[in-house]
């Protein structure tokens, strides 16, 4: 059974950064694609950042490309999200969630109902 644990999230003003973390444990004897999403109040959760096994593949949302970089290191287990230039409408809980399902639609849907594992989140406030 995989296990997803974020971290890295908090209160930060506008334009500024935060990292959040993925760390994997558990069955990991198979590399996972992973992806993040994030779910403000009362909104439905959205697709923020796809990264496929190896990280040579990425996608983003339209609404943070640009700021958002998503990696991985493998050796470490862990998956990252670099969020730079933060708009307070990035404001939610920040999920990760694991996937062996590698197909386009995957990378490209952010369909949550492809991924298989998921994280309890990491909340995200952006405010001045």
């Known amino acids: 059974q995989l296990q997803l644990v974020e971290s890295g999230g908090g209160l930060v003003q506008p334009g500024g950064s935060l990292k959040l973390s993925c760390a994997a444990s558990g069955f990991t004897k198979d590399y996972y694609a992973i992806g993040w999403f994030r779910q403000a109040p009362g909104k439905e959760r959205e697709g923020v950042s796809y990264i496929s096994t190896s990280g040579g593949s990425t996608n983003y949302a339209d609404s943070v490309k640009g700021r958002f970089t998503i990696s991985r290191d493998n050796a470490r287990n862990t998956v990252y999200l670099q969020m730079n230039s933060l708009k307070p409408e990035d404001t939610g809980i920040y999920y990760c969630?694991?996937?062996?399902?590698?197909?386009?639609?995957?990378?490209?849907?952010?369909?949550?109902?492809?991924?298989?594992?998921w994280g309890q989140g990491t909340q995200v406030t952006v405010s001045s």
């Open positions: 969630a694991a996937t062996l399902k590698f197909t386009i639609a995957t990378m490209t849907s952010f369909n949550p109902g492809l991924y298989d594992s």
